[in-house]
């Protein structure tokens, strides 16, 4: 994987007119000047080469505009692909877009106060000094990386206006987010039906899968996910667009996959490295959390002690952190608290953490609820002890069952905690009925 950040440059092709009739000659100022710089800050550069002999901008060219982390516009010329772009641009991102152009050339009325950084052209149309025009980008580059100032007007001038949050849908609803031909979207709900098998061959008929909009390719990747194919996401993430790679949402697919396929410290430093440009989300602390949970268990099982319980409280901080950062989302909130109750079933702060996260669950359930919001309060309600509420919830979640792994999964939480209570002498008699039924429906008991 390119862990580099990616920049997208918007500028025109070949050599081109400005507007006193001077030739600039755009292939080489990318390649001796803004390739250069771009590499020299210390990021990825991709070129809007799609762009190339084509009218209108296509899905991929907006996925770009949108995704990618930094941007450089060349305003060289009235090229109206390239305003147009920057205009969408400066809508999405508060920052991070650097304007460059051609010394003495004339910049339209709206555009005439932005900063833009300019370089010296000769009579053939090419940079006089590209050594010095690339190290001043490599500069503003590298000061736009410290995202100290706004650069787009739109942001510097509306108090208040937001750009919608490209890169931190949810998952498990992006395919409802993204629009995308219609007939694709069934071949792939047909092929998922199908098996790995269909769904390979729909993979292998869309061509270079970097050049597949993003609806398609991520229903793609949360397909092969769907089936647990996990070499196969990973394989996919390494194929995609670099601006789609970069995304929130593949990257944390990507994390999840290698963890389950023992790669858990590839998985961990990438989760690491987005908390670190980022800040804390619910669902890559929550994906964090899980890899030292996974390896607390390894450890735990193999009579490492020691060993398991650091790995233990790192996985409770992961989770904490997770649901600390959005206590809307109950998932990392109950496996903290879980946690935290294996390692002291009488930790008051592990029953504070379920009260809480009970609230986030109820509220879901106002919007549809599945087994595993009745599961969750299942075990919200032992991490309490309140074995009535536990037993009502158990009812709730085997009526929607649909999957014996998933009762397993429940089990498993359940029987850890029973085993810790047992532990330190308190009463777990109720909580193993709940276990023994949860385990008689997933090996298949009616």
Same mark, same amino acid.
């Given at each position: 994987?390119?862990?580099?950040?990616?920049?997208?440059?918007?500028?025109?092709?070949?050599?081109?007119?400005?507007?006193?009739?001077?030739?600039?000659?755009?292939?080489? $100022?990318? %390649?001796?000047?803004?390739?250069?710089?771009? @590499?020299?800050?210390?990021?990825?550069?991709?070129?809007?080469?799609?762009? &190339?002999?084509?009218?209108?901008?296509?899905?991929?060219?907006? +996925?770009? $505009?949108?995704?990618?982390?930094?941007? $450089?516009?060349?305003?060289?010329?009235?090229?109206?692909?390239?305003?147009?772009?920057?205009?969408?641009?400066?809508?999405?991102?508060?920052?991070?877009?650097?304007?460059?152009?051609?010394?003495?050339?004339?910049?339209?009325?709206?555009?005439?106060?932005?900063? %833009?950084?300019?370089?010296?052209?000769?009579?053939?149309?090419?940079?006089?000094?590209?050594?010095?025009?690339?190290?001043?980008?490599? /500069?503003?580059?590298?000061?736009?990386?410290?995202?100290?100032?706004?650069?787009?007007?739109?942001?510097?001038?509306?108090?208040?206006?937001?750009?919608?949050? $490209?890169?931190?849908? &949810?998952?498990?609803?992006?395919?409802?987010?993204?629009?995308?031909?219609?007939?694709?979207?069934?071949?792939?709900?047909?092929?998922?039906?199908?098996?790995?098998?269909?769904?390979?061959?729909?993979?292998?008929?869309?061509?270079?899968?970097?050049?597949?909009?993003?609806?398609?390719?991520?229903?793609?990747?949360?397909?092969?996910?769907?089936?647990?194919?996990?070499?196969?996401?990973?394989?996919?993430?390494?194929?995609?667009?670099?601006?789609?790679?970069?995304?929130?949402?593949?990257? /944390? *697919?990507? %994390?999840?996959?290698?963890?389950?396929?023992? =790669?858990? =410290?590839?998985?961990?430093?990438?989760?690491? @490295?987005?908390?670190?440009? =980022?800040?804390?989300?619910? @669902?890559?602390?929550?994906?964090?959390?899980?890899?030292?949970?996974?390896?607390?268990? &390894?450890?735990?099982?193999?009579?490492? #002690?020691? #060993?398991?319980?650091?790995?233990?409280?790192?996985?409770? !901080?992961?989770?904490? *952190?997770?649901? +600390?950062?959005?206590?809307?989302?109950?998932?990392?909130?109950?496996? !903290?608290?879980?946690?935290?109750?294996?390692?002291?079933?009488?930790?008051?702060? %592990?029953?504070?953490?379920?009260?809480?996260?009970?609230?986030?669950?109820?509220?879901? *359930?106002? *919007?549809?609820?599945?087994?595993?919001?009745?599961?969750?309060?299942?075990?919200?309600?032992?991490?309490?002890?309140?074995?009535?509420?536990?037993? /009502?919830?158990?009812?709730?979640?085997?009526?929607?069952?649909? #999957?014996?792994?998933?009762? !397993?999964?429940?089990?498993?939480?359940?029987?850890?905690?029973? /085993?810790?209570?047992?532990?330190?002498?308190?009463?777990?008699?109720?909580?193993?009925?709940?276990?023994? #039924?949860?385990?008689?429906?997933?090996?298949?008991?009616?």
């Amino acid at each position: 994987m390119d862990h580099r950040a990616v920049c997208f440059v918007i500028m025109p092709f070949g050599r081109k007119p400005d507007p006193s009739g001077r030739i600039v000659d755009f292939d080489r $100022i990318y %390649a001796a000047v803004i390739a250069p710089a771009v @590499e020299a800050a210390g990021l990825a550069v991709v070129r809007a080469d799609e762009e &190339k002999g084509a009218g209108f901008i296509h899905k991929l060219m907006y +996925e770009r $505009i949108l995704l990618s982390e930094f941007a $450089i516009a060349d305003l060289t010329i009235l090229n109206a692909n390239v305003y147009y772009e920057l205009g969408i641009r400066h809508a999405a991102r508060p920052e991070t877009t650097v304007l460059t152009m051609a010394l003495g050339s004339p910049l339209p009325f709206d555009v005439g106060a932005l900063r %833009a950084l300019p370089y010296a052209l000769g009579d053939n149309g090419a940079p006089t000094d590209a050594q010095a025009a690339a190290k001043a980008l490599t /500069e503003r580059l590298i000061e736009a990386r410290g995202h100290r100032a706004m650069d787009s007007p739109l942001f510097q001038l509306l108090e208040g206006y937001q750009a919608a949050p $490209i890169d931190r849908l &949810k998952t498990d609803v992006f395919r409802t987010q993204v629009a995308y031909a219609e007939a694709l979207k069934k071949k792939l709900a047909d092929a998922r039906a199908g098996g790995v098998a269909a769904l390979d061959a729909v993979r292998d008929g869309l061509g270079d899968i970097d050049a597949v909009e993003a609806g398609v390719a991520v229903d793609l990747l949360l397909s092969y996910r769907a089936l647990s194919e996990w070499e196969r996401v990973v394989d996919l993430c390494g194929r995609l667009d670099r601006a789609l790679q970069r995304t929130v949402l593949v990257r /944390e *697919q990507w %994390a999840m996959a290698l963890n389950r396929l023992g =790669r858990d =410290r590839e998985a961990e430093a990438i989760l690491v @490295e987005m908390i670190g440009e =980022r800040g804390p989300s619910s @669902e890559t602390c929550g994906l964090l959390g899980r890899i030292h949970k996974d390896r607390w268990e &390894k450890a735990r099982k193999d009579k490492r #002690e020691i #060993e398991a319980r650091g790995h233990l409280r790192k996985a409770i !901080a992961a989770y904490r *952190q997770g649901f +600390e950062t959005d206590w809307r989302d109950a998932y990392p909130g109950v496996n !903290a608290a879980t946690l935290m109750t294996i390692a002291d079933p009488r930790d008051r702060a %592990a029953k504070e953490i379920a009260g809480v996260a009970r609230y986030a669950v109820r509220h879901r *359930q106002t *919007q549809g609820g599945d087994y595993w919001d009745h599961a969750t309060l299942v075990e919200l309600a032992a991490i309490e002890g309140d074995w009535d509420a536990s037993e /009502e919830a158990l009812g709730d979640a085997l009526a929607a069952l649909d #999957e014996g792994w998933k009762a !397993a999964s429940t089990a498993g939480n359940l029987r850890l905690i029973a /085993e810790s209570r047992e532990a330190a002498g308190m009463e777990s008699e109720r909580l193993r009925a709940i276990v023994d #039924e949860l385990t008689r429906r997933a090996s298949g008991g009616a």
